[in-house]
């Protein structure tokens, strides 16, 4: 009996290491989803039930206030434009919260989005006025990509796949702002600032992964 006992205990012991990697720690992807609800919020507020403040939140070129910077990130200019970014952002979004957890989630999406709208700043004419999530977008694409990249050929041929993909159709979702009607529409500045914002946004998405790389991991010391 001891003896089968024992036996059975190895053949335990065999099966649950199988089994690391589920009872590991196993990220939860919440990030994208509060990232994704807070988009839609404010654009029901701006678009649905016109709250005057959140036009507060758009970003001004000509006098711009510090946080616009990052406010006009999640907000957009009609559904169309809305619900393109939201796909992009949910897939993207997700397969970096997989990768880098809450956190670097929502610092990948502020900094992207601000560094685009930043970029914008210093290159359009001061009566722009910029807002949308395609410099986020192009950010978190950027990023998903370069922290998955590898020389397997599988992963390649998907970079390259999406990557076709997201910039033809990011580009369309960009020209639904260029639509915009009312004082916000200022002659086809929202089609050159998502030109920009998309561009500038996927290179800070890269620089910001280089820099990381660069940190040290105290962890595999």
């Known amino acids: 009996m001891h003896?089968?006992?024992?036996?059975?205990?190895?053949?335990?012991?065999?099966?649950?290491?199988?089994k690391p990697e589920e009872k590991g720690p196993k990220k939860r992807v919440n990030g994208i989803f509060w990232i994704l609800l807070l988009n839609i919020g404010i654009y029901v507020a701006d678009h649905l039930f016109k709250i005057r403040g959140i036009k507060a939140l758009y970003f001004y070129h000509a006098r711009p206030a510090w946080y616009e910077f990052i406010t006009s990130a999640f907000c957009h200019a009609n559904w169309n434009h809305l619900s393109s970014n939201l796909f992009f952002l949910y897939i993207f979004g997700k397969l970096v919260e997989e990768e880098e957890g809450n956190f670097g989630l929502w610092l990948s999406y502020i900094v992207t989005g601000a560094g685009a709208n930043l970029v914008s700043w210093l290159v359009l004419p001061r009566?722009?006025?910029?807002?949308?999530?395609?410099?986020?977008?192009?950010g978190l694409f950027a990023i998903s990509v370069l922290v998955k990249m590898s020389w397997d050929w599988r992963k390649m041929l998907e970079v390259l796949i999406l990557g076709q993909f997201v910039i033809e159709k990011v580009m369309q979702a960009a020209q639904a702002s260029v639509g915009m009607s009312g004082p916000f529409a200022i002659g086809n500045y929202f089609q050159n600032i998502n030109h920009i914002a998309h561009l500038s946004?996927?290179?800070?998405g890269a620089a910001l992964i280089l820099l990381v790389s660069r940190i040290p991991n105290k962890s595999s010391d």
Do not use: H, K, T
Not at 3 to 18: P, R
Not at 127 to 138: E, Q, W
Not at 201 to 204: D, F, K, Q
């Open 3 to 18: 003896l089968c006992s024992a036996g059975n205990s190895d053949m335990m012991s065999q099966l649950e290491l199988g």
């Open 127 to 138: 009566n722009s006025v910029s807002i949308g999530a395609s410099g986020a977008v192009f």
């Open 201 to 204: 946004g996927a290179l800070i």
